[in-house]
């Protein structure tokens, strides 16, 4: 059978494709606020206004980090649809569950593996045992 007649084939492009507008629309405006924001007036503020400016810009900057990286999954998924590699985590070369297909479309690993990965980057806690 041909894959791309497959509805949960059509389905998961259909979320990819739209998550890719939406983070390409994000990442615009933010590229549209700090170009304005450049060539804006500049204001007399108060260090208390410039520290919450500096948070405010910090945080903004590490979502549009996290943005940045979500869409470039997006792409990834999108292609690996089209090449026949999706739905295979990109680790041990097992199936990716359709249920956590279905709720992140741009899934590399199984869930496994991504623990493995989150463990290894320090961004999940070592799983520990309680005393008994």
Known sequence: MDATKNPLYQQLLSTLRQREGELRTLLQAD??????S???DAEV???KELAAQGAASAVAD???AHAAEELAN???AQRRLDDGTYGFCADCGEP????R???MPQ???CTACQAAHEQASGRLAPSRKTPS
């Open 101 to 103: 297909l279905l709720a």
């Open 74 to 76: 997006v792409l990834t």
């Open 62 to 64: 590490v979502q549009m």
């Open 31 to 36: 590229d549209d606020q700090a170009l304005a």
């Open 45 to 47: 503020i108060d260090f």
């Open 38 to 40: 450049a060539t804006g």
């Open 96 to 99: 990716i569950t359709e249920q």
């Open 107 to 109: 899934a590399l690993y």
